[in-house]
């Protein structure tokens, strides 16, 4: 079974400030998809990146790149220029490529901006 | 216009009790999931549907049960309530089985079991 691992509870910075979340998983499968999700105060889920496993290129999003290291099985985010709506906890989301899939999701990261 | 709305976002109710989530998607999506999100946050699967059929059955108590009138909807019952219960739970949707593109979520059922 695939697992994902977020290894920082809780992360704070000041705002305008680059911050990178870190992300591992297990997987023996050489084709999948890799996501990070957003979660304000609000509740709602976002999807902020993703990322495809066969594709060398980081993703980047505006202020959001990935750094991708498929051989580490490594996946973390990379805010910069942060700003105070980026409070919000942070989740690392894994999916195999074939067939019926399920997001498999990290503990999460709860990112705090502040003033 | 909402992409994927749940109802009610908030459910408190004793023990015992039967209760209902309802979601709809108006994004043309194949396929609809229920997640629980837990009092530490962690998000677990526990059903998905794919056009009203039934493709992801995760270990989950059988008090819980899943309904896809159409490919729109997906509801969830859950009979004879424990604390235990008590989560946020989220629909989501994507637009094939395969979800490559990622999810679009709902914004969430609060469930208090008291």
């Known amino acids: 079974a695939q697992t994902v691992t977020q290894s920082q509870p809780e992360m704070s910075v000041q705002e305008a400030e680059t911050v990178t979340l870190s992300c591992t998983y297990d997987t023996s499968e050489n084709n999948y998809y890799l996501f990070w999700y957003k979660q304000p105060p609000s509740r709602q889920m976002i999807l902020v990146i993703r990322q495809e496993a066969y594709k060398q290129q980081n993703a980047t999003e505006n202020r959001f790149s990935v750094n991708f290291q498929k051989a580490a099985k490594s996946f973390s985010l990379k805010i910069s220029d942060s700003q105070l709506g980026d409070t919000a906890m942070y989740f690392c989301?894994?999916?195999?490529?074939?067939?019926?899939?399920?997001?498999?999701f990290g503990q999460g990261t709860r990112l705090t901006i502040n003033p | 216009d909402t992409a994927v709305s749940q109802t009610p976002k908030y459910l408190v109710t004793q023990m015992g009790n039967d209760k209902s989530i309802k979601c709809e998607q108006n994004l043309g999506h194949d396929t609809m999931y229920w997640y629980k999100q837990d009092s530490k946050k962690f998000l677990k699967i526990m059903f998905s549907y794919n056009n009203k059929e039934l493709i992801i059955n995760e270990t989950v108590p059988n008090r819980f049960s899943p309904k896809s009138p159409d490919k729109a909807h997906l509801n969830l019952h859950i009979n004879s309530l424990e604390l235990g219960d008590s989560a946020v739970y989220f629909c989501?949707?994507?637009?094939?089985?395969?979800?490559?593109?990622?999810?679009?979520f709902g914004s969430g059922t609060r469930l208090t079991v008291v």
């Open positions: 989301a894994f999916m195999k490529h074939q067939g019926a899939q399920k997001l498999v």
């Open positions: 989501a949707s994507s637009q094939d089985r395969r979800g490559g593109y990622g999810y679009t």
